[in-house]
């Protein structure tokens, strides 16, 4: 051995000087509805503790090739709590849509099914080696991001939109896009409408509180097609006045769009989705801002499934792989050497578990959208990025 492991523990206080800009959640007018009120601007002082170990050699030793330096940050007061809360609850309470077949569906025998539902299943594979420690919470549009917010979910599965004010406003993080989406428009198929402009002067069926009405006033306005948005509270109540004919048209993600066409409406086979997408809509898991280590748990469990599918490791042949693979990365994913598991806060075998008891990507893609299905997507932008597509783990390492 040419190196001593000495550990050295070496101490930064870091004074950081932070200016807090206050936004009042009103709008900037002074009481009497006069002047502008002025931001208040607050000073605060930030002390960060870093933790370096360092492995020195012995003196008169050759030094080691490589040496081996580890950061410890001390980490932020709410890292780590979710976790210890669902732990301690013994499941993970998972906000889902709950009405849409193929992503979440409440089936008549009270199961959740769908390929939002089995990353939900994924997430307690790989805290719990149990895929049923879930509770499914459904959830409608208007309220998915207060529950979130209160802390009554741990995640939220369920058609939601990656976008800014999201990510930053609303205090939550997005983790991974598990599904590609865009903003589609469904036509019945006699109604003679091929594109946008054919809705000139029509009325559009759309739900409250959705990126979907916000893009729609958008892309009329940059087109110059007058319309009237009909607006609904929620997935039953929209699609049950565009069944009525009380809109010409109805529009949402595409992915929603041919799940409720093929899945809710009772004749699915009268209705087309125009050839025109009108927003991207990348769909995925959110947690709330705080806990840095939820968020990497949630976002290494959809990763895990996209590098499975990679390196062509299913449920079924997890076993046999795991006991003869020589390929570091896969010794790695599976838990058979490193430690990565344990700096997730979980076993080292996470990942494997979620393979065995939940699959890869494409098996959990393909149980719900696949070709087999009553509720078939292609997978088009859904395809790794080996084959076109846009999934990609990044390394497990
Ligand atoms: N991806 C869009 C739309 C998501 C969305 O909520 N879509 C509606 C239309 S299908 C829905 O899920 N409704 C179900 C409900 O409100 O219960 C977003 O994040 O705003």
């Known amino acids: 051995m040419s190196r001593k492991l000495l550990t050295l523990f070496i101490l930064f206080i870091i004074p950081a000087l932070v200016i807090a800009g206050c936004r009042p959640s009103t709008p900037a007018t002074s009481p009497a509805g ?20 360092v492995e020195v050699p012995v003196p008169g030793e050759a030094p080691a090739a490589t040496p081996q330096v580890k950061i410890e940050v001390a980490q932020a007061p709410g890292f780590g709590d979710t976790l210890k809360a669902v732990q301690a609850r013994g499941n993970v309470i998972c906000g889902v849509n ?25 997430l307690a594979a790989a805290i719990f080696g149990d895929p049923s420690k879930v509770e499914f919470r459904a959830t409608t549009t208007q309220e998915r991001f207060t529950v ?22 609303l205090g939550l993080n997005f983790t991974a896009t598990t599904f590609y989406d865009g903003q589609g428009i469904m036509v019945p198929k006699d109604s003679g409408i091929a594109s946008l402009q054919d809705l000139e002067g029509g009325t559009i069926c759309v739900q409250k509180g959705t990126t979907t009405e916000l893009n729609l006033a958008d892309v009329m306005a940059t087109e110059g097609i007058s319309y009237t948005p009909a607006v609904f ?3 039953n109540a929209t699609y049950g006045a565009y069944a009525e004919g009380r809109c010409d048209a109805v529009t949402s993600d595409k992915s929603q769009l041919s ?17 025109v997408t009108l927003s991207k809509e990348p769909l995925g898991p959110v947690v709330r801002h705080g806990d840095d280590q939820w968020l990497d748990i949630v976002k290494w469990t959809i990763f895990a499934t996209f590098a499975a599918e990679e390196y062509g490791i299913s ?5 046999e792989i795991r006991s003869s693979t020589e390929n570091p990365e896969l010794k790695r994913l599976l838990g ?12 080292n075998d996470f990942a494997y578990n979620i393979i ?27 395809s790794l990025y080996t084959n076109g597509g846009l999934l990609y783990s990044p390394p497990f390492r």
């Open 98 to 122: 709950g009405q849409l077949p193929g992503f979440s569906f409440l089936d008549p025998q009270g199961n959740f099914s769908g390929f939002d539902a089995d990353f939900c299943r994924a």
């Open 356 to 382: 065995k008891l939940v699959g890869n990507y494409s098996e959990i893609y393909d149980r719900s959208l696949g070709e087999n299905t009553p509720t078939f997507i292609p997978r088009g932008l859904n």
């Open 148 to 169: 979130l917010q209160t802390g009554e979910i741990d995640v939220l599965m369920r058609n939601t939109t990656w976008t800014l004010v999201r990510d930053t406003e």
């Open 315 to 319: 449920s079924a042949n997890v076993d």
């Open 233 to 235: 509270d929620d997935v």
């Open 336 to 347: 058979l050497e490193g430690d990565l598991g344990a700096k997730l806060g979980l076993s």
């Open 34 to 53: 006069g002047a502008p009120a002025q931001p208040v601007v607050e000073t605060v002082e930030v002390v960060r503790t870093v933790v370096v170990t």
């Open 259 to 275: 799940s409720v066409a093929k899945g809710l409406l009772p004749d699915p086979d009268n209705h087309v989705i125009l050839d």
